[in-house]
């Protein structure tokens, strides 16, 4: 037996459509509307940061209502898709490169860029964040 992971191929349509997923959550948090945010997570989905650890879906929403409301008001979220991967066909694994950009700022600083990993799965058509994790990426180069 084989340890290899196969992947599936998958079409450009089914790319696109992961990569909007991103754009939703960027826009819905650049609103700072938290309900919006988290509507694009499962409702038992995990999300992990340094010192951070949110369950479910109204506790994302709850966390990010507030965060929205306080030190995130007027930020954005910028994210560069490193790599997209489909396992099965409806679970993708997304890599990006992120960072939050605060109200008044012009660019981030090179320090607080993120790696991210994301685990997608799709449901009814829509794909939602199942999991997500982050880490500090340091500086590049």
Excluded: C, N, Q
């Excluded at 992947?7 to 959550?25: K, N, Q, S, W």
């Excluded at 919006?36 to 038992?44: K, L, M, T, W």
């Excluded at 009814?124 to 880490?135: C, M, P, R, T």
């Amino acid at each position: 037996m084989s340890s290899e992971l196969h992947e599936v191929a998958i079409g450009p349509a089914e790319e696109h459509a992961v990569r909007a997923l991103f754009e939703a959550t960027s826009a819905a948090w650049s609103d700072g509307d938290g309900g919006a945010f988290a509507g694009r997570y499962a409702r038992d989905a995990t999300v992990i940061l340094p010192g951070v650890h949110l369950r479910g879906r109204d506790g994302i929403r709850s966390a990010m209502g507030a965060a929205f409301a306080g030190p995130l008001k007027d930020s954005r979220r910028v994210h560069t898709t490193e790599s997209v991967r489909f396992p099965v066909p409806d679970v993708a694994v997304v890599i990006t490169r992120s960072v939050t950009v605060f109200a008044g700022e012009a660019e981030p600083p090179d320090d607080r860029w993120e790696l991210a990993t994301w685990t997608l799965v799709r449901r009814d058509g829509e794909w939602l964040v199942k999991a997500y994790h982050s880490s500090p990426a340091g500086t590049p180069g």
